[in-house]
């Protein structure tokens, strides 16, 4: 009997897609433990804003992002040293501690995260005003404080 193997006929697409983009970009989705609104607040902003800052060293760059109540989304281009589970899970930490500070018992996420990889300068632009308009749609208004540019992130 042969061994099963995960993923016989990966795309061999994928090889050209992280090859064209160093580092690669992804559209990251994490939401919190049952929704729970944790996220809107200017301490958790600052820290999230902090980590993402103290990682442009480690070669990760955080580009746009929007913190809703309860989930967050951003675009990540990560260093092909560091993995991206590994970069949402410490950010999950991170946050946690403030989120303790403010008195929010744990858990405070879901397990894991979404990602999607962005291909093109086309795909970064349509999932950009997807998440731009997230506030608006969630009735939170046209100038929701908790979003921004950690850093500027060129896609081609």
Same mark, same amino acid.
């Given at each position: 009997?042969r +061994?099963?193997t995960?993923?016989p006929?990966k795309?061999?697409r994928?090889? /050209?897609?992280f090859q064209t /983009?160093? +580092?690669p =970009? /992804?559209?990251?989705t994490?939401?919190?433990? !049952?929704?729970?609104?944790?996220?809107?607040? $200017?301490?958790v902003?600052? %820290?999230?804003?902090e980590?993402c800052q103290n990682n442009?060293q480690? *070669?990760?760059i955080?580009?746009?992002y929007?913190?809703?109540?309860?989930?967050?989304?951003?675009?990540?281009?990560i %260093?092909? #040293?560091?993995r991206? %589970?590994?970069?949402v899970?410490?950010?999950k930490?991170?946050l %946690?501690?403030?989120?303790?500070?403010?008195g929010?018992?744990? +858990?405070h @996420? #879901?397990p *894991?995260?979404?990602?999607? =990889?962005?291909r093109?300068? $086309?795909s970064?632009? #349509? !999932?950009?005003?997807?998440? *731009?308009?997230?506030?608006?749609r969630?009735?939170?208004g046209?100038s @929701?404080?908790? #979003?921004?540019?950690?850093?500027?992130i060129?896609?081609?």
């Amino acid at each position: 009997m042969r +061994p099963i193997t995960r993923f016989p006929n990966k795309p061999k697409r994928l090889a /050209y897609v992280f090859q064209t /983009y160093d +580092p690669p =970009l /992804y559209f990251v989705t994490i939401c919190t433990w !049952k929704r729970l609104e944790l996220l809107a607040s $200017e301490a958790v902003h600052a %820290s999230f804003v902090e980590y993402c800052q103290n990682n442009l060293q480690r *070669g990760i760059i955080v580009g746009r992002y929007v913190l809703m109540p309860d989930h967050l989304h951003l675009f990540a281009g990560i %260093s092909r #040293q560091f993995r991206l %589970s590994d970069f949402v899970r410490l950010m999950k930490q991170d946050l %946690s501690k403030e989120l303790n500070a403010q008195g929010h018992l744990a +858990p405070h @996420w #879901q397990p *894991g995260f979404f990602d999607h =990889l962005i291909r093109h300068s $086309e795909s970064y632009a #349509q !999932k950009w005003r997807y998440v *731009g308009e997230n506030p608006v749609r969630a009735g939170l208004g046209d100038s @929701w404080p908790f #979003q921004g540019e950690v850093a500027r992130i060129d896609v081609v």
